[in-house]
């Protein structure tokens, strides 16, 4: 079982529509969570970071942490073409980041 | 612009050949990371640097790679003898550290190698 676990997709959306996509980990001991947005033969950028179980919000996104579950969310609401990339949920353990393999969206004019 | 660069962005090689990446990370960023991504793949790490010293290294990593950071600045990646599963992207994250930023790694644009 690997460390981190997320649907592949591709996941295809009209515009405007909210996206939810996922990831599960099994590590019980990593730390910080956070969303990299992927664009095509880009490096990933940080979108957001949570540390605590809960929900954090900045503009159209919204991140979810559930550490019970080990499970966290990235919602993007009133979704844009702009948003069209590969989202990789990735955690920290100690000094390193665990990249899950990424969603590919597509967001669809 | 003062973001992570790496050069060059595409190599193509010879399986056999030796081929080096480099990476200059955002100036004031004291540690540097390497990953390899391979398609439909995340990230996957490679090795770290805090200044000059290289703390951990993933014991997936081969002998015939191997990293420096001279002068705790720019760190150049060398790959020894290429196979064709060396195809891959290559990219450099920098980080401000310790002040505990591990998850707020800014990545360079990547280097991707093409072993034929």
């Known amino acids: 079982q690997k460390e981190v676990e997320q649907d592949p997709g591709p996941l295809s959306v009209p515009e405007g529509a909210i996206v939810s996509l996922n990831c599960t980990y099994s590590n019980s001991a990593f730390q910080y969570f956070m969303w990299y947005r992927q664009y095509s033969r880009k490096g990933p950028e940080l979108l957001m970071y949570?540390?605590?179980?809960g929900n954090k919000e900045d503009g159209r996104f919204t991140a979810q942490v559930d550490k019970s579950s080990k499970y966290i969310s990235l919602f993007i609401r009133d979704s844009q073409p702009s948003d069209s990339a590969t989202y990789l949920c990735?955690?920290?353990?100690?000094?390193?980041?665990?990249f899950g393999p990424g969603t590919s969206l597509s967001v669809i004019p | 612009d003062t973001g992570v660069s790496q050069d060059p962005r595409h190599k193509i090689t010879k399986r056999g050949q030796n081929v080096t990446f480099r990476c200059d990370p955002i100036s004031e960023h004291n540690r540097l990371y390497w990953y390899r991504q391979t398609l439909g793949q995340g990230p996957e790490f490679l090795t770290y640097?805090?200044?000059?010293?290289?703390?951990?290294k993933s014991r997936l990593l081969s002998d015939r790679f191997s990293a420096e950071r001279p002068k705790g600045s720019f760190s150049t990646l060398e790959i020894q003898r290429t196979e064709q599963g060396d195809s891959a992207m290559y990219l450099c994250?920098?980080?401000?550290?310790?002040?505990?930023?591990?998850?707020?790694?800014?990545f360079g644009p990547g280097t991707r190698l093409t072993v034929t």
């Open positions: 990735a955690m920290t353990s100690y000094d390193k980041v665990i």
């Open positions: 994250a920098s980080s401000l550290a310790p002040s505990g930023r591990t998850y707020e790694q800014y």
């Open positions: 640097f805090q200044n000059e010293a290289q703390l951990e």
């Open positions: 949570t540390y605590s179980s």
